[in-house]
């Protein structure tokens, strides 16, 4: 184990990045723990408020990830600085991100189905930084030799293709795809060949005088998010807790005949 380090982290300088996952992974996991926990009124745990203002922890997170950031840049991301740094940036993103959702609504929906999207976006960026921290390199650099890294032309021909690949994709309809094809282009060159999802860019676009492309788009999607709908929730349920129930809407009185 210490032999992978040292091989594959340390000297190809990935240490801070590293760190920066594992705050990131811990700080999103103790702060769904303990959001839990004052959600059920256990624990000493309460929500922080000043002058009747609800504080957000996204608040300190945006602070933290401020000086995390900074500091990294002016410490030439090596040393102790470097790695203190990057541990203060992970903890920060993590606050940050644990409340994606409310930012990106601007208004408080954590704990509703809205606030799954915070789950997905900590989830898929965890996934991004362990591919990058595996060997990755975005737009496929890392697959080209020396030689060929030598020569500007081709990685910039390379990146201007594989990002084309991943705007293709993200016009399917398919985001997810889209951002993992940043980091390995063979996952943008399958979404590129299958069928974009229905009301898509590229489905408004290239199946508008296809009626059979668009019925076979609209039951692959159908099949797709039943198969995959239920596991993904129960998964989001789990880490991040299950988000309050709708209200119910009273049913308008029936007119009178």
């Known amino acids: 184990m210490g032999h992978w380090l040292q091989r594959n982290i340390i000297e190809p ?40 203002v609800h504080i957000h922890h996204v608040v300190p997170g945006i602070v933290l990830t401020v000086v995390g950031g900074f500091g990294a840049v002016g410490s030439g991301r090596h040393g102790f600085g470097g790695a203190a ?6 903890v920060g993103a993590g606050l940050v991100l644990d409340e994606f959702a ?27 930084v362990g591919l990058v921290l595996s060997g990755f390199s975005p737009f496929g650099v890392n697959d080209l030799s020396q030689d060929e890294l030598q020569g500007r032309a081709n990685v910039i021909s390379t990146a201007v293709v594989n990002f084309l690949f991943a705007l293709a994709v993200l016009s399917k309809g398919k985001a997810r795809m889209a951002i993992f094809s940043v980091i390995v282009p063979l996952v943008g060159l399958i979404g590129f060949v299958r069928l974009a999802r229905p009301g898509s860019p590229w489905a408004r676009r290239f199946y508008r005088r296809r009626p059979r492309a668009r019925a076979k788009a609209t039951l692959r999607a159908y099949h797709h998010d039943r198969r995959w709908s239920g596991p993904r929730r129960r998964l989001e349920d789990l880490i991040g807790g299950k988000p309050d129930p709708r209200p119910c809407r009273d049913r308008p009185p029936a007119a009178d005949t």
């Not at 992974?25 to 959600?39: K, S, Y």
């Open 102 to 128: 409310l930012i990106l609504h601007l208004d408080d929906v954590y704990w509703t189905e809205e606030g799954r999207k915070s789950v997905e976006v900590v989830v898929l960026t965890a996934a991004l």
């Open 13 to 52: 300088g990935k240490l801070p990045l590293l760190l920066a996952l594992t705050s990131f992974v811990v700080t999103f996991l103790v702060t769904r723990v303990i959001t839990r926990l004052i959600r059920a009124g256990k624990g000493p745990f309460g929500n922080v408020s000043s002058g009747g």
């Open 85 to 90: 740094c990057a541990v203060i940036f992970g």
